[in-house]
């Protein structure tokens, strides 16, 4: 790892200097132990303080959406011949390149406004897991060493081995290399040895009653505060002014009836057809450990039995709920 | 894309755990009397069999 810290910081450094990109986006070591945290870097000097480890969670496409969508949002205010385009990088992995190209066939913007480093990935911690393992105790010092976290709480320290402590999402992955790059560190990690069952969870939990269903998702669902972290950290949710915003009409209440919450959580998923690209930003960033994505792969998993598609798998492809092919099935629809 | 929509929406609220026959979708052209009302007798009869939602319902 310390070789591909190595080479990204060179290439970001470069990518400055030769002034390709006027921003980069990419992790840097976090300030509590065992973290790492998105950062934003203008100054070459500054490319040293780039990581890319098992401890970077984040989906950065969200940011690059962001700075993007800002900067074209300035330049509204300067007169036309002195508008300035601006270049973001980005340090990208399967996933946040699968969700680049959704930006990129959603319009979102150009392929050259940004620059895709692209890194290997072999999966992140999920610190709700991590947590778990070391039976919630603070965690006061972290290393990672190898394949293996060396942890120190009050209790001692602790070796967890990294496979122990990865999220969910990432021991089914299909995505771990960049799907498009423009330079690329490193080697190709090599393919994830679960991801033939990925779709296991989802056909556990089909395989039960109605009612048990419904009883898992409120129970779920009544865990959620509505913080609305999961939107703020999703790459898949840009909309400027979000349905649970809007006054006129009023989708979705305001109060705590746990109906409201179910509703707007239903229509937040429901929104991810044929869009959402399993990153886990959603539940990493979830204070209240809400399983969402058990409903999220459920609407990969039907885009792929029914359109024979997959959010950002492949730039050539058209968003699935946008066309229309002939031989779609028609079983849902109501003949009496 | 209605079309697609509306089937990933069917079978996603049957996933969450709402009776599926609750959700209903079909195409029915203006001049199309007779099916019109054969498609509404078979919607009241499916959800009569449900009998009242108690899910999603929000209690003012």
């Known amino acids: ?336 | 894309m209605a079309r697609r929509k509306f089937a990933t929406l069917k079978r996603f609220l049957d996933y969450i755990g709402l009776e599926g026959d609750r959700t209903i979708f079909t195409w029915i052209s203006a001049s199309e009397g007779e099916r019109f009302a054969n498609v509404i007798k078979g919607v009241t009869a499916k959800v009569r069999a449900l009998g009242p939602a108690s899910k999603l319902v929000k209690k003012l």
């Open chain 1, 1 to 336: 790892m310390e070789n591909i810290d190595k080479k990204l910081r060179e290439e970001a450094k470069r990518l400055l200097e030769e002034k390709r990109v006027d921003a980069l986006v990419g992790y840097e070591t976090g300030t509590l132990p065992l973290t790492a945290t998105p950062c934003f870097i203008t100054n070459p000097e500054d490319a040293e303080k780039l990581v890319w480890n098992a401890l970077c969670t984040q989906n950065l496409a969200k940011y690059v959406h962001d700075l993007i969508s800002q900067h074209r949002e300035s330049q509204k205010r300067v007169k036309p011949e002195d508008r300035k385009k601006k270049v973001f990088g980005v340090v990208a992995r399967g996933c946040t390149t699968r969700s680049i190209i959704l930006h990129l066939q959603e319009r979102q913007y150009a392929r050259d406004e940004i620059v895709i480093i692209g890194v290997p990935c072999t999966g992140y911690v999920d610190r709700k897991q991590l947590s778990i393992l070391v039976n919630g105790e603070d965690i006061q010092e972290g290393a990672l060493e190898g394949d293996q976290l060396v942890v120190k709480t009050i209790a001692g320290e602790k070796r967890i081995p990294l496979q122990d402590a990865l999220s969910g999402n990432c021991l089914t992955c299909k995505f771990n290399n960049p799907v498009i790059c423009d330079v690329m560190i490193g080697e190709k990690a090599p393919a994830i040895a679960g991801a033939a069952q990925e779709y296991a969870e989802v056909e556990a939990f089909e395989n039960l009653s109605t009612e048990e269903r419904w009883a898992y998702f409120t129970k779920e669902m009544a865990k959620c505060i509505r913080c609305y972290a999961c939107r703020q950290a999703c790459p898949s949710c840009y909309c400027r002014i979000c349905f649970v915003e809007q006054s006129q009409p009023q989708w979705v209440g305001l109060g705590e009836d746990a109906t409201d919450t179910q509703v707007f959580q239903l229509m937040r998923l429901f929104h991810m057809v044929g869009r959402c690209v399993d990153c886990g930003s959603c539940i990493s960033v979830c204070p209240m450990g809400v399983d969402l994505r058990k409903f999220l792969k459920k609407l990969d998993k039907d885009v792929l039995e029914l359109f024979e598609s997959r959010a950002g798998a492949s730039m050539e492809d058209v968003p699935p709920l946008s066309i229309f092919k002939e031989h779609d099935k028609e079983d849902f629809i109501f003949n009496p």
